[in-house]
């Protein structure tokens, strides 16, 4: 089972940008769709970004414009670049990998925007 790590979490002001990464125990990202999602207190879980195994992007409305996903398959490795970063944004951000029906996520990283 791969595991994944994510790091690059903190607490920000607004305006400021992160740079979240998510790092595979395994070399994956050729084969899946990775994700990042986002949970705040008492929200549902929301998917913010993903990249397939072809390489098609898709994004949250919400962070158009402002989020960026990549990924290094050398490095088994995804990021999240935040710019311009909004309260709203604060949340706990969790990597996602989907492999056909199979499903594995990382422990999430805390993102703290303040005003």
């Known amino acids: 089972q791969v595991q994944l790590v994510e790091s690059g979490g903190g607490l920000v002001q607004t305006g400021d940008s992160l740079r979240l990464s998510c790092t595979a125990s395994?070399?994956?990202?050729?084969?899946?769709?990775m994700s990042w999602y986002r949970q705040s207190p008492g929200t549902e879980r929301e998917l913010v970004a993903a990249?397939?195994?072809?390489?098609?992007?898709n994004y949250a409305d919400s962070v158009k414009g402002r989020f960026t996903i990549s990924r290094d398959i050398t490095r088994n490795t995804v990021y999240l670049q935040m710019n311009n970063l909004k309260p709203e944004d604060t949340a706990v951000y969790y990597c996602?990998?989907?492999?056909?029906?199979?499903?594995?996520w990382g422990q999430g990283t805390q993102v703290t925007v303040s005003s």
């Open positions: 996602n990998a989907r492999i056909q029906s199979s499903t594995q």
């Open positions: 395994r070399p994956i990202l050729g084969a899946a769709t």
């Open positions: 990249i397939s195994r072809l390489g098609s992007i």
